[in-house]
């Protein structure tokens, strides 16, 4: 992580950060209802997963967007790299007992349009927005932004196994298919939640998929 940044550019970056969570908070909620609304039409349990998984979304971009309105950030890294390690393990024992449950209930789900379209957005929209977080909390050292990046890539994946659950469903009917993809998820997102607990945002798995797909910086190796 860069230290010789100038402070135009380390405001310049904090003002990216905080228009990145903004743009996350505001997305999570839109689809958080309408996710929750449409799983509740169609009794769908992966839906209304989704749906909260988003709020918990929320609460990690949001915890960076205060972090980001301090006078200095940096002295706010640690208790806010709690704040979403707490979300990760949230999200990990949501999607956890939800996709148990679903496979216990093996209840089948109705066939939702409005839920196949709403993931497929999310698969589209949120992988830009974690990679623009996630390069500039490199740049500007920011562990907590890079540990929200990657709260929003776990997030994509979520959406990613709610899709794909949802068109097996109504394609031919393999109703447990997106609860067998939660529990790898969830797995995920504990691993993550724990390397932010510690303070390692940097070089964790996600992240370093992120890394080896884009990143070409000449820095990169010396991270």
Known sequence: MSTTLTPTRRDTLHRRIRLIVAITIGYNLVEAVIAITAGTVASSAALIGFGLDSSIEVLSAAAVA??????DPEKWEKPTLRVIAVAFFLL??????TSVL???TAERPEHSTVGIVLTAVSVAIMPFLSFAERRAGREVGSATAVADSKQTLICTYLSGAVLVGLVLNSLVGWWWADAVAGLVIAAFAVREGWEAWQG?????S????????HEDDPDHHAH
Not at 66 to 71: D, E, P, S, Y
């Open 66 to 71: 205060w972090q980001f309105t301090r006078r």
């Open 92 to 97: 990990a024992a949501y999607v956890t007992t």
């Open 102 to 104: 679903a496979l216990v």
């Open 200 to 204: 390692d945002a940097c070089a964790t």
């Open 206 to 213: 996600v992240g370093m998929i992120l890394e080896d797909g």
